[in-house]
C-alpha cells in the first residue's frame, strides 16, 4: 500500500515521498531554474535536467517538458523556513465534509455523464469535475479555518482505481483539473495574507490491487497487477497533477 504525497509550492513539484523514500525532487532552494532534478531506485540516481521523464527514465514520476523551462520562486525557501519555526496545519478528511453535502446520483453525474453506463455515486474524485464548486467551497473552508496546507481531491485518482467506475481514461483529466482547483484556492487565500503563504499537497492512495498478495487463495503466486503496471499507472497521475498546477500558474 503506498501513498504518494507531493508539495506544489508556486507551481512547482518539490518533494515527493512513496512510503517515506524520497523519490523525485526538484527546485533549487531559494528559487531559480528547476535543474539537477533526479529520480532514485535502490540508491542510484539519474539526472534529467529539464528532459521529459516519460522518455529518458522508467521510472520518472515527474514530467517536464523539454521546451518549457519551469521557475521555481522562493517560496520554497519560505516553505523551509514555516517549517522549521512551527508546525504547518495540513487539512483534514475531504471524504466527510463531502458527505455533508448529502449527494445523489445525478450530483455526481452532473451533466457530463449523465448517461453514463455506471453508477457514479461515491465517486468523489470526479466531483472536481462535476462538483468544482464544492470541492472549491472545502477547500476555502479549511483554509479559513487556519489550515496551512490542502490536499488535492485526488486520492484514488490512478487509472487503476478509476477502473471500478470504467473512468480509467479520465484519471489524468481529474488530477489536472484537482491540482487547478486546489491551487486556485491557496492563491486566493495567500492573497488575502502574504504573511501566510498557502500550499496544496498533490496526494495519491493505494489503488484496489496489490503487487504482493495474490487475490487468489488457490494460487498464492498470481497477481492482478505488476510492478511496472503500477509505475506507469502513478507516473501518469503524477504528471497530470504537476501539469495542472503548472497550468494554474
Not at 521510472?59 to 508546525?87: D, Y
Not at 479520465?170 to 486566493?188: P, Q, W
Amino acid at each position: 500500500m503506498v501513498e504518494l504525497v507531493f508539495i506544489f509550492s508556486s507551481r512547482i513539484a518539490t518533494i515527493l515521498y512513496v512510503s517515506g523514500r524520497l523519490v523525485a525532487k526538484g527546485a533549487k532552494k531559494g528559487g531559480g531554474r528547476l535543474k539537477n532534478s533526479h529520480v532514485t531506485r535502490n540508491g542510484q540516481i539519474v539526472t534529467i535536467g529539464n528532459h521529459n521523464l516519460n522518455k529518458t527514465n522508467k521510472f520518472g514520476v515527474v514530467r517536464v517538458s523539454e521546451q518549457k523551462q519551469v521557475t521555481a520562486v522562493n517560496r520554497v525557501a519560505a516553505l523551509r523556513e514555516q517549517l522549521a519555526q512551527r508546525i504547518l496545519v495540513l487539512d483534514g478528511g475531504m471524504g466527510t465534509m463531502i458527505q455533508g453535502y448529502r449527494l445523489q446520483e445525478a450530483d455526481y453525474r452532473g451533466e457530463r455523464f449523465a448517461d453514463w453506463h455506471s453508477d457514479l455515486k461515491g465517486n468523489n474524485d470526479l466531483l472536481v469535475i462535476t462538483q468544482p464548486a464544492i470541492i472549491a467551497a472545502i477547500h476555502d473552508a479549511y483554509f479559513e479555518s487556519g489550515a496551512d496546507i490542502i490536499e488535492t481531491n485526488t486520492f484514488n485518482v490512478t487509472p487503476i482505481a478509476m477502473a471500478d467506475y470504467d473512468m480509467a481514461s479520465l484519471s489524468a483529466e481529474i488530477n489536472l483539473v484537482a491540482a487547478r482547483l486546489a491551487c486556485a484556492s491557496a492563491d486566493k487565500w495567500t492573497a488575502q495574507n502574504p504573511a501566510k503563504p498557502r500550499y496544496v499537497a498533490g496526494v495519491l492512495g493505494p489503488t484496489n490491487r496489490t503487487a504482493s498478495i495474490s487475490p487468489d487463495v488457490n494460487d498464492p503466486a498470481y497477481r492482478n497487477i505488476s510492478f511496472d503496471q503500477l509505475v506507469d499507472a502513478y507516473r501518469e497521475s503524477t504528471s497530470a497533477l504537476v501539469e495542472g498546477a503548472s497550468i494554474s500558474s
